[in-house]
């Protein structure tokens, strides 16, 4: 069974409220044998008329939600479930036919 985790490594946000506008995570699936990584940014905009927690109060579990919503929590996963099967089953290789050791 693949077990997945979520974390945050870094946020940039707007000095003048502190708005979170870029989130870099990175999520790792491993299936005891098997790894795979993935890492990337997810960007927001303040919307006007909604209230926001303050910078201070957010918790990674709360802002590990927004990358999991804003990307496809399923779709981040399966990818990596994908990458995982190829490592189980190659369907490509490598190598000159004669140069096999």
């Known amino acids: ?19 979170v506008v870029t989130v870099h995570y990175n999520v790792s699936a491993t299936d005891g044998t098997y790894s795979a990584n993935t890492y990337g940014t997810v960007g927001y905009q303040e919307q006007p008329g909604e ?7 957010l918790t990674e579990a709360q802002v590990v939600g927004w990358v999991q919503n804003s990307l496809g929590k399923d779709t981040v996963e399966a990818s990596l479930q994908s990458q995982i099967d190829a490592q189980i089953n190659p369907v490509q290789e490598s190598g000159v036919p004669w140069s096999q050791a």
């Open 1 to 19: 069974m693949t077990t997945y985790l979520w974390t945050i490594s870094q946020m940039d946000r707007l000095t003048a409220d502190g708005f």
């Open 51 to 57: 209230t926001y927690t303050p910078y201070d109060q």
